[in-house]
Nanobody, 124 residues
Framework: QVQLVESGGGLVQAGGSLRLSCAGS????????MAWFRQAPGEEREFIAA???????NYADSVKGRFTIFRDNAKNTVYLQMNSLKPEDTAVYYC??????????????????WGQGTQVTVSP
């Protein structure tokens, strides 16, 4: 069982930066893959970044080069550093954990634990 709590969302101007945090609890956190997703109003949830327990990462093309996912297993926390933010990055951001690690894990498929989400708003 993994419990997840996101923080760090807020309002930022275009071109600015934010760092999201996701604090996890549970014995399996260190062996889980972690990912960030986002969902804008009226749109489907979008995978944006994943990090394996072995620290390999994968990013959606829409955020590659601007966002960085990293984790600190000693703190049971995964982060999403977001730079060069754009208005189209506005969404609710969710972190998720996959304790089962399948072939789709690094592409955002099959995550079985979810946080409650944190709002990110980027003004023009």
């Amino acid at each position: 069982q993994v419990q997840l709590v996101e923080s760090g969302g807020g309002l930022v101007q275009a071109g600015g930066s934010l760092r999201l945090s996701c604090a996890g609890s549970g014995r399996t956190f260190s062996y889980s893959a972690m990912a960030w997703f986002r969902q804008a109003p009226g749109e489907e949830r979008e995978f944006i970044a994943a990090i394996h327990w072995n620290t390999n990462t994968n990013y959606a093309d829409s955020v590659k080069g601007r966002f960085t996912i990293f984790r600190d297993n000693a703190k049971n926390t995964v982060y999403l550093q977001m730079n060069s933010l754009k208005p189209e990055d506005t969404a609710v951001y969710y972190c998720a954990a996959d304790s089962r690690i399948t072939t789709g894990t690094m592409k955002g498929v099959g995550y079985n634990y979810w946080g409650q989400g944190t709002q990110v708003t980027v003004s023009p």
